[in-house]
């Protein structure tokens, strides 16, 4: 299993972002996946979770109306469409394949930092 | 939202101790609860899941216990590499909630 996050960086507050996830090693169509993410030096929250056809999401209060899940299961990508980002959500952001709601695989993480 | 209470927030043991961590709920979540490990630098990894089953790979000497709202990761007998933070996680509820951490540190 691998997860391979991209997109992050530096964005001003109240800008967009979009992170992308590419996934392998497993059949990605057959499984939910998830976003977790990690601010500097504190814990990890949850953020957003995908089912396996793309018709079932659920988001955090923290970004719901502002972030927003996706995938394409032709492609094994997963992605987060970030807008309107304020300095809290600066953070590492974690793609994970979720199992029964638990998260057993990880990838490297992606930092997003929300500064002007 | 369903809290989880982890403590405590740092353990300090050496080598060769046994080690035990503790996570308490707002609510029971009955047995849906894992723990996950994170060394510096790196992504989590899971340890257990449904509170008392090993992840593939985890060796025997890390165990878990409990159900309803209290909980416990148990490390039998500290290697070095076991010397990370440990995060509970329920999945009982919506949202999906994690403990605050233990870190646990070389004495």
């Known amino acids: 299993v691998q997860l391979v996050e991209s997109g992050g960086g530096l964005v001003q507050p109240g800008g967009s972002l979009r992170l992308s996830c590419a996934a392998s090693?497993?059949?990605?169509?057959?499984?939910?996946m998830s976003w977790v993410r990690q601010a500097p030096g504190k814990g990890l929250e949850w953020v957003a979770h995908i089912k396996q056809d793309g018709r079932e999401k659920y988001h955090a209060d923290s970004v719901k109306g502002r972030f927003t899940i996706s995938r394409d299961n032709a492609k094994n990508s997963l992605y987060l469409q970030m807008d309107s980002l304020r300095a809290e959500d600066t953070a590492v952001y974690y793609c994970a394949r979720a199992i029964t709601g638990y998260f057993f695989d990880w990838g490297q993480g992606t930092l997003v930092t929300v500064s002007s | 939202e369903i809290v989880l209470t982890q403590s405590p927030a740092t353990l300090s043991l050496s080598p060769g101790e046994r080690a035990t961590l503790s996570c308490r709920a707002s609510q029971s979540v009955r047995n849906f609860l894992a723990w996950y490990q994170q060394k510096p630098g790196q992504a989590p990894s899971l340890l257990i899941y449904d509170a008392s089953n090993r992840a593939t790979g985890i060796p025997a000497t890390f165990s878990g216990s409990g159900s309803g709202t209290d909980f416990t990761l148990t490390i039998s007998s500290l290697e070095p590499e076991d010397f990370a933070v440990y995060y509970c996680q329920q999945r009982s509820d919506w949202p999906y909630t994690f403990g605050q951490g233990t870190k646990l540190e070389i004495k």
């Open positions: 090693g497993f059949t990605f169509r057959s499984y939910w």
